[in-house]
């Protein structure tokens, strides 16, 4: 069955049941105070980093996993039955109920006994905290009395620690209230940082005690509280503290009455006042739609498909900017406990949506250029507060070496990208610290990226594996340093082209060609070692053995060398064929599974590594990667197969998949990382959706390669590789400070040519439209032919 579906007129992914298969999530803030909310109320928020600045609490391994959440219980006064307007967590069976999840903020509206109930979400602009709006109306036809109790549970400051130091954080954090301002405070004399909860209307009871609010047998279903009809005004002097105000309401026929519950790091009584006024709340919610609004407009697309139009004009940036704020630090799946930014992660979020937000993507940037050591490696992950890095993964191993292969190549690539967006070539002189102190300019850190890869070589010449390339669990290098990844060596290919052609555009001929020249020795060397006859091999482990090859009882083909080759513009016509190949080995009706077959025996084995831990079908044993799976829609769009880029576009589509939802389980308007594969009993449920770098290689893939439009270093190229049914699309799109309308016809139902651009009326040369920097709107008609 379905669970909602796209309003055309807004973009919000309309929930029509509570009850969906797991919590539905959206994304609060923009990536300072942010949070997670569900369809139902439930998620947690946190302030700058969602591991030492937490500020509510998250129960994990909860069921349902959301919980617990930002609520609110109304209450009759007369009959002393309760509700909670957003479902959980009364479970009330409500007469109506509607969830809106938008760009940045989530409404939920119900009706229960003839009162309307709709509360917004939201974080104002630019502030450090989060509103909960709620507009009460009574329908009926008489006067009702009614009770209105918040909820919220505070967490210390440092979540590992409010998880595993019970005995210190349960006496050390406590409550203060203000009952005539409406605020209470939790603070801790451990921890500078105290967090508030706040009210527009008036005190009539509170409670910050959770213990007392819940009682010790009771549950948020029902708490002793709401049991009691009153608050109990209990001060907590230690153990858990909450939030919670309760509020008297009379309404009058017809009447309504607004209420806003605000919660924040800190208490600021400037923010506190602003929102104590209602009507401010409708102008800082305005702000916010209108700064997202403005976001979306920077690439609108209208394509035959609407589900496509839906994803990539609304909910495919969305995704990609919350990837960018939070990289895979906090949602339902990402405990925001241990994991800092990922290298290699953000380094990726950053391609899609860099001609939108190019100053946070430069500023992101240089952030992950400081994780690089001198010899060119790069820390695997940064702490966001402290900006300082680790090995992440690497350490849980330190047997295995301490760094990973592609983290450094995905940061060049990340930094082209860049540049060719934005033509900001100042920034390859700007200045920024190696890990070690000393510094060099951008170009210093892309050479020594280049070196280091160059330098580290094992089997048959291939760069080096490291603790893992992409693949996280990979890890056949147990010392000898014979370990190779034939995906790096394809990745180089595609920086070594990347690069060489940037200093063709400098007038840097010389560095170009010798550029050029090791991208050749490297194709040799894939060429002559990694070819299995078929397709190409993965990988060598310690010893030299394949990994990835038909002499193999497992893992005989994987997925992610075949759609490399076309990435890294290896040979096109054994990437054709190797991409043929793995179509008929990996490809299912949900995308293609990583490998083929997983494994399938006992125990870990050393030379495939983490990969063995997972169930055959699970995650990289095989599972459906969708990340792994974005990169086959660039290969075929490369490739100018426009039904097959088509076809596994739409394969991982989310909102093709909306009737399948009790299946899949997760958000049909996100991404998710992963689908059980289909050696999995349970083939087909997805998980982690949110942040996964499939929203950004999703987007690159819909936009830059089925499209087609994509910036190079001389202006923009439209290449489009599409169903030779289309009849064409449109795009606007902004670049370099102009906008650019697209008509793209295709008459002759081509899948992939360009037979004729005209700028402004002007038939121009070649495909590549000029970047104009001016301001202006520039109309562009593309003939495929
Ligand atoms: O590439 C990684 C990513 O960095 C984290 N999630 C798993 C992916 C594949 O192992």
């Known amino acids: ?461 291939l760069p080096r594996m490291g603790y893992a390339d992409w693949n996280d669990s990979l890890n056949p290098d147990d010392g000898s340093g014979e370990a190779a990844s034939v995906m790096v060596a394809m990745m180089y290919c595609r920086v070594l082209d990347e690069v060489a052609g940037l200093y063709e555009f400098l007038g840097e001929d010389d560095r170009a060609a010798e550029l050029r020249a090791k991208r050749e020795a490297e194709i040799e060397r894939i060429d002559e070692h990694a070819w299995d006859g078929d397709w190409y091999t993965r990988a060598y482990d310690d010893e030299g053995r394949v990994i990835g090859s038909a002499s193999e009882d497992y893992q005989q083909i994987s997925l992610n060398t075949q759609t490399w080759a076309a990435l890294g513009g290896v040979d096109d016509d054994r990437a054709r064929e190797a991409m043929e190949n793995a179509h008929d080995r990996l490809n299912t009706e949900y995308g293609f599974a990583l490998l083929d077959p997983p494994w399938e025996g006992e125990g870990k084995i050393d030379r495939i590594g983490g990969t063995t831990t997972y169930p055959p079908g699970a995650k990289e044993n095989g599972g459906i990667f969708c990340h792994a799976h974005t990169w086959s829609v660039v290969a075929a769009g490369l490739l100018g197969d426009g039904e097959r880029a088509y076809q596994y576009y739409r394969q991982l589509l989310p909102l093709a998949h909306d009737d399948v939802a009790d299946l899949r389980r997760v958000e049909p308007y996100v991404y998710c990382q992963n689908v059980l594969g289909p050696a999995h009993e349970e083939f087909g449920v997805a998980k982690n959706s949110w942040l996964t770098g499939t929203a950004s290689w999703a987007y690159v893939g819909a936009t830059q390669y089925l499209l087609g439009v994509r910036p190079t270093f001389d202006g923009l190229l439209v290449d489009p590789t599409i169903p030779a049914e289309w009849d064409g699309f449109e795009m606007e799109r902004e670049f370099r400070g102009a906008t650019y309308e697209i008509a793209v016809e295709n008459p002759d139902g081509v899948e992939s040519g360009v037979a004729s651009v005209e700028v402004d009326g002007e038939v121009i040369e070649g495909n590549v439209v000029p970047a104009f920097e001016d301001g202006e709107t520039h109309e562009v008609r593309v003939v495929m032919g």
Not at 65 to 92: I, M
Not at 118 to 133: A, S
Not at 255 to 271: G, H, K, Q, W, Y
């Open 1 to 461: 069955m379905t669970y909602g579906h796209v309003d055309q007129e807004t973009g919000e992914y309309v929930i029509e049941r509570p009850d969906t298969p797991t919590p539905w999530i959206n994304y609060l803030g923009e990536g300072v105070y942010g949070g997670i909310v569900s369809n139902t109320g439930g998620g947690y928020s946190f302030y700058k980093d969602p591991k030492n600045q937490r500020v509510t609490r998250y129960r994990y391994n909860a069921v349902p996993d959301d919980q617990p959440g930002r609520y609110v219980y109304l209450q009759d006064r007369e009959s002393g039955e309760y509700w909670s307007p957003t479902w959980q967590p009364v479970k009330t069976d409500l007469d109506d109920y509607e969830c809106r999840h938008g760009p940045g903020y989530t409404t939920i509206e119900s009706k229960y006994d003839g009162i309307a109930a709709e509360m917004t979400y939201f974080v104002p602009l630019g502030e450090d905290c989060e509103l909960w709006v709620l507009d009460i109306e009574n329908e009926g036809r008489e006067t009702r009395t009614l009770g209105a109790f918040s909820y919220v549970e505070f967490s210390f400051p440092d979540a590992l620690g409010d998880q595993t130091n019970l005995d210190w954080t349960g006496q050390i954090m406590r409550s203060r209230v203000d009952e005539t301002e409406g605020v209470i405070e939790m603070y801790s004399s451990a921890q500078e940082l105290s967090y508030t909860h706040a009210t527009s209307a008036e005190v009539v009871g509170f409670d910050t005690q959770r213990r007392e609010f819940v009682g010790q047998y009771g549950s948020l279903e029902e708490p002793a509280v709401l049991e009691a009809g009153a608050a109990r005004n209990s001060q907590a002097t230690h153990d858990n503290v909450i939030g919670s105000f309760e509020h008297d309401l009379e309404l009058e026929p017809g009447e309504s009455e607004r209420i806003v519950f605000m919660t924040a790091p800190e208490r600021n009584d400037d923010l506190i006042a602003k929102y104590d006024d209602p009507s401010v709340v409708d102008e800082a919610f305005e702000a916010l739609q209108a700064e997202w609004e403005d976001y979306l407009s920077t690439l609108q697309v209208q394509t035959p498909d609407e589900q496509m139009n839906t994803m990539v004009n609304v909910w495919n940036p969305v995704q990609c900017r919350s990837t960018l704020y939070w990289s895979r630090t906090a949602s339902r799946y990402q405990a925001g406990l241990g994991r800092g930014m990922g290298t290699r992660d953000s380094s990726q979020d950053t391609l899609s949506i860099v001609h939108a937000v190019p100053d946070q993507v430069r500023e992101t940037l240089e952030m992950l250029w400081k994780l690089q050591f001198p010899d060119g490696h790069a820390w695997h992950q940064v702490y966001p507060l402290s900006g300082e890095g680790d090995a992440g993964l690497a350490t849980e191993d330190p047997s295995k070496p301490q760094w990973f292969s592609d983290d450094h190549l995905f940061l060049v690539l990340g930094t082209v990208q860049y540049l060719k967006e934005t033509g900001d070539y100042d920034f390859l002189e700007a200045d920024i610290p190696f890990e070690d102190g000393s510094t060099g300019s951008v170009r210093e850190h892309i050479e020594r990226a280049i070196e280091f890869t160059d330098e580290h070589r094992g089997t048959h010449g």
